[in-house]
């Protein structure tokens, strides 16, 4: 009988320690702030960051559009990746939609923005704030769409990869 009792009071112990664990993820950093310390770091400029449109008037325009606009001297190098500005598709997630617009200078991608991403709520925020600023770095070291997906943004992380791809492809052409 005092099996029984320990292990219902162990179980019933080890519930309300599962329970009551916070998930939080810490402190965040917001998003443009971390993109514009990005872009300055690899020494680049990102045109469409310091527009001073803040990325929830950006994810505001829910239209889903695909553009490519190279730069008018756009010259095609080693990597064969043309120079300019491309925006890759917006890639709708189960929280959102993600979109990524790189910019291609010698041949290399040299700035990422995202100027849509999921924030719907607090929790959103909160995930992708801590997400897009490792993405954006992943792009920048990888210079390709073969990034490591960010553990607890795996939507995000998906929906970013398929938009990178599709402005690599763009830049490409």
Do not use: W
């Amino acid at each position: 009988m005092k099996k029984i009792v320990y292990g219902l009071l162990a179980t019933l112990s080890g519930l309300v320690l599962l329970f009551s664990y916070r998930t939080s993820l810490g402190d965040a950093v917001p998003v443009a702030a971390a993109l514009d310390q990005s872009s300055s770091a690899t020494g680049a400029a990102n045109p469409s960051s310091s527009s001073g449109a803040a990325p929830a008037e950006a994810a505001a325009s829910p239209t889903a559009t695909a553009s490519a606009t190279p730069s008018a001297a756009a010259s095609a190098n080693a990597s064969g990746l043309t120079d300019g500005s491309y925006t890759g598709d917006a890639v709708n997630t189960r929280y959102g939609a993600v979109q990524v617009t790189i910019t291609v200078s010698g041949g290399e991608v040299t700035a990422v923005d995202v100027p849509q991403y999921p924030q719907s709520n607090g929790r959103d925020r909160q995930i992708n704030e801590r997400a897009i600023p490792t993405l954006v770095s992943e792009t920048l070291s990888a210079q390709s769409a073969q990034i490591h997906f960010v553990s607890g943004a795996t939507y995000t992380s998906g929906g970013y990869q398929e938009s990178l791809q599709s402005a690599l492809d763009r830049a490409a052409a």
